[in-house]
């Protein structure tokens, strides 16, 4: 098939999305598929390993530049007589859209708690600007297939935008399992030096560019509250650190937080933790979660997210009801610390075995299927 695949940037350097895109490109083809990205920016080591189609946006404000882009990649991939357009993000008039942002309606509901707060931001340019652009390309007639990574966010489209339930398929995102592997775990101890901390010290592990969105402020709490008083916690990815070094301090456990910054080599930290913990408010397939299972590192996350999929309580992770659940992340915590070596050996070997069943093969394979039920329509369509 003749794919176009449209993301703002084709990049490895940025958030999970991003190397999605770059995975399934790359994916596709070897399969065979001829594969054209339309997009915004793209990493300069990765010009011209694909076709890469740039679109211009007008940056005025976040209102403009999202609406420009969905309006002009949208046209790009109309005039380019491509067999499907597939969207991994928000743009108009393609044929399949996969949602890989959060849902803003709902983002909305749970991130700000009180019914002033949510009004006020409603009325955000921002915000209206990507409910309008989320509601005017999910119920389009053009939009003939709209892919979500859970169960969730099948849910919530359905829920917000009264999309029906045909119209949806989910396809849950796949991991390297090549990349992120438990024999990672032997360089634990060079891990441990870097961080400053010994071999016997308990190692949380967090990674995201969103501090607030993610927990990180629960987090520490729980941590404030732990009977683990030398449990340490590594911050990865890159937020307002400053500002979350003063609530560490206030709590007391300043020495306990290590902030390492974004990593090209995640996967080390993710073995040599004996936790991951990511208890976000609202996120569609926190790819966060699978990487460290994938490495045989078990996982606190909520059930307000879309990895409540694949968790299995108290089996491969601990799944606690609120990003503000403090006694229920720090409960997780300490449970997961008193486990025996037997029960240790055992959730990592359950963590590796869910994380090699949803494998990147796996995720194209199911969205290869669906896109070549889309041309076949659009074939039927033209013929009639």
């Not at 895109?21 to 339309?38: A, Q, Y």
């Amino acid at each position: 098939m003749k794919i176009a695949l449209v993301k703002r940037r084709y990049s490895l350097r940025h958030g999970g999305s991003e190397r999605y895109c770059v995975n399934l490109s790359r994916t596709l083809t070897r399969m065979g598929h001829e594969v054209t990205v339309i997009g915004e920016s793209i990493d300069a080591d990765l010009v011209g390993e694909v076709r890469f189609i740039p679109v211009r946006v007008l940056r005025l404000s976040s209102s403009t530049r999202n609406r420009t882009f969905a309006e002009n990649a949208g046209a790009a991939a109309r005039a380019g007589g491509y067999d499907v357009a597939y969207g991994l993000g928000r743009s108009y008039g393609l044929d399949a859209v996969r949602v890989t942002e959060r849902l803003q309606s709902h983002w909305l509901n749970v991130y700000y708690r009180s019914g002033i707060s949510r009004f006020v931001q409603r009325n955000n340019p921002r915000h209206r600007t990507l409910i309008g652009l989320e509601r005017d390309i999910y119920c389009a007639a053009s939009t003939r297939r709209i892919i979500t990574q859970s169960q969730l966010d099948r849910l919530l489209v359905q829920e917000y935008y009264g999309v029906p339930a045909g119209k949806i398929h989910t396809v849950y995102n796949g991991v390297d399992a090549r990349l992120f592997h438990p024999g990672l775990r032997e360089h634990a101890g060079t891990v441990r030096r870097e961080l400053g901390i010994a071999s016997d010290v308990p190692l949380l592990v967090f990674a995201s560019m969103d501090f607030e969105g993610k927990g990180l402020r629960y987090i520490l709490r729980a941590l404030a509250g732990l009977r683990q008083q030398d449990a340490t916690l590594a911050v990865l990815g890159k937020g307002p650190e400053a500002k979350f070094r003063r609530i560490a301090a206030r709590l007391g456990i300043e020495n306990r937080i290590l902030f390492a910054g974004r990593r090209n080599d995640i996967e080390r930290y993710y073995a040599a933790a004996d936790l991951c913990v990511l208890p976000t408010a609202y996120e569609p397939f926190p790819n966060v979660n699978l990487e460290a299972m994938a490495c045989g590192t078990p996982v606190v996350t909520t059930s307000t997210s879309g990895a409540a999929d694949m968790v299995e309580h108290q089996r491969s992770g601990y799944l606690v009801s609120a990003v503000d659940a403090v006694e229920e992340i720090g409960t997780a915590i300490e449970t997961c610390l008193n486990l025996s070596t037997a029960e240790r050996a055992a959730m990592a070997a359950r963590c590796r075995e869910i994380a090699c069943s949803m494998t990147i093969e796996k995720n194209v394979e199911q969205t290869v299927k669906i896109l070549e039920e889309v041309r076949r329509e659009k074939l039927s369509v033209r013929a009639a």
